[in-house]
């Protein structure tokens, strides 16, 4: 079974540049995660879809931050402009079962580590 | 806001050791508890998940469960230089939405 995919895996931009990153997650997973990993931190929540629906983005910053998650498969999430603090690894992750589960395992992709200069 | 909190390390012990790592969280509602192990320049994989208070062991690994102190710990027996490696508690914040500490890297020297 193939895991999350994530692209692009690396990313280096200039300061102000709009940038995107793709994720697909396990086939089936209804739950997809998109999560932000600063340097020796854990990760943190950015937004996370039940199907199309975005059920919990209070952590995603609107101003500059977007996602998409078309017919409920992949995801795409944008940062447009991108500032010298955007420098972190995004992190896709996903889940069989929706919301009202007590636990669900959530599986990783391997991330897209994003330099702004 | 829950919080996790985690010592960061590193935590050196020689190949054979027991490791020791260390968890605290603020909410005391919390029923999970997970330990993921996370390789430099790799993504979280979930190695353990506890919801009782006591032991769970699953080959080398035991987690350690105590509600009432509000603490997590896991317990990496006979540690090989393959477990070098940070490891990240994580907390459920809602349905499906889980809280990591900043994670303890752990260093196994031969």
């Known amino acids: 079974e193939a895991g999350v995919v994530q692209s692009p895996r690396y990313k280096i931009i200039e300061k102000k540049q709009p940038v995107a990153f793709w994720c697909n997650p396990i086939s089936g997973h209804n739950t997809l995660y998109w999560y932000r990993q600063n340097l020796g931190q854990g990760p943190e929540l950015l937004i996370r879809?039940?199907?199309?629906?975005?059920?919990?983005d209070s952590q995603l910053p609107k101003d500059r931050f977007s996602a998409e998650r078309l017919k409920g498969v992949d995801s795409t999430l944008k940062i447009q402009p991108a500032e010298l603090g955007d420098s972190a690894v995004y992190l896709c992750?996903?889940?069989?079962?929706?919301?009202?589960?007590?636990?669900?395992?959530?599986?990783f992709g391997p991330g897209t580590r994003l330099t702004v200069l | 806001q829950k919080e996790v909190e985690q010592n960061s390390g590193p935590l050196s012990v020689p190949e054979g050791a027991i490791a020791s790592l260390n968890c605290t969280y603020s909410?005391?509602?919390?029923?999970?508890f997970f330990w993921y192990r996370q390789y430099s320049g790799k993504s979280p994989e979930l190695i353990m998940s506890i919801y009782s208070n006591g032991d769970k062991e699953d080959g080398r690994f035991t987690a350690q469960l105590n509600k009432a102190s509000q603490y997590v710990s896991l317990l990496i027996r006979d540690s090989q230089p393959s477990d070098s490696a940070t490891y990240l508690c994580?907390?459920?914040?809602?349905?499906?939405?889980?809280?990591f500490g900043a994670g303890t890297r752990l260093a196994v020297h031969p």
């Open positions: 879809y039940e199907n199309e629906e975005a059920v919990d």
């Open positions: 992750a996903s889940s069989l079962y929706p919301a009202g589960v007590v636990w669900d395992e959530q599986f």
């Open positions: 994580a907390v459920p914040g809602g349905y499906n939405k889980l809280i």
């Open positions: 909410d005391r509602g919390s029923q999970s």
